[in-house]
Structures are given as C-alpha cells and as structure tokens.
C-alpha cells in the first residue's frame, strides 16, 4: 500500500491535532505521522544535501530561528533531531495559519526536499555558548532517521536576509 498525497494529509492531521492538542500535546500528531509513514519500503536509501542555510542574527544572544532546505534525491527519510556544539537547545517546530508547534520530527520527501523558510517550518536555537554575530558560522547537526548525522556550518546573516532563489 503506498502512501499517496501524503503532504496533504500530513497538514490535515496537523490541523485536525492543533484543535484537541495544546502545545505539549504535539506528540499525539506525531504518532499519527509517524504511524502513516511506516509503510515505506519501496524507495530505498536517501540522498540528501542541505543548501541555503542560514541563521538571522538574534537580538544579544537571544533566541535565533534557523533555515535550510534539505535536498532529497532518493527515498522518503525524516529529520528527526538537531544540534549543534554551540547551542543548548534547538527545536523542529512547524508553522500553521496561527501559530507553531514543536514536532519531534520532520518528513524530507522522496525525490523532493524539506523546506524550513520563513514563515513556515524552522528551527528554534537558543542557549548560546557565545552569542552569534555576523559572519559567524555555527554547525549545526542534523540527524535524520535513515540517512543519519549530516553537519553543516550555517553562516549568521542580518535579519532581513533571505536567500536569492525562491
Ligand atoms: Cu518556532
């Protein structure tokens, strides 16, 4: 049985779950999500490169977002944690028409790519060791559910930076 449409029915979980769950209750979400992508034995390995990555310098050390697109040449795989030496905490969180919620887990599509851009999907860094200026580079390492640990350095840019292709 494959798993068709599947973006569409991720979101109408993630809406349906936004209504009965408060923003602890993310988990419920994410064993639905989880439980839909089981199935998937039919695309093999993932093939991921990560491009456009970068971190819009946070106000004194403050809380940072951090965005990158995660290529996918291959089959279906899941982001499933981020970290990075020079932070304390970074969270996967997902933006829906009002609001955001943390998940434990993002789905980087078959032959497609995961998106984390602004006003949409993103990550949350805080606890700096030192706080970020521009130019620096953090690493940051992201782990996936099939591929495993993929580290990038993620330079920090102004805060009205965006990337030239959109
Ligand atoms: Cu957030």
Known sequence: ?????????????????????????????????GAG????????????????????????????????????????????????????????HRSTASSMEQVARLDVPAHGALQLARGGNHLMIMGWQKAPALGDEVELDLTFAKAGTISVKVPVKELTYRPGQQ
């Open 37 to 92: 992508g089981q199935d998937g034995a039919a695309d093999g390995p993932a093939r991921l490169t990560v491009a456009d990555s970068y971190i819009p310098l946070p106000p004194a050390g403050g809380m940072a977002a951090g965005y990158l697109t995660v290529r996918n040449d291959g089959g279906r795989d899941e982001l499933v944690g981020v970290s990075s030496p020079g932070a304390g905490s970074i969270t996967m």
């Open 1 to 33: 049985m494959k798993r068709t449409g599947g973006p569409v029915a991720f979101r109408r979980a993630a809406l349906a779950g936004a209504v009965l769950a408060t923003a602890l209750g993310g988990g419920a979400i994410l064993v639905a999500c």
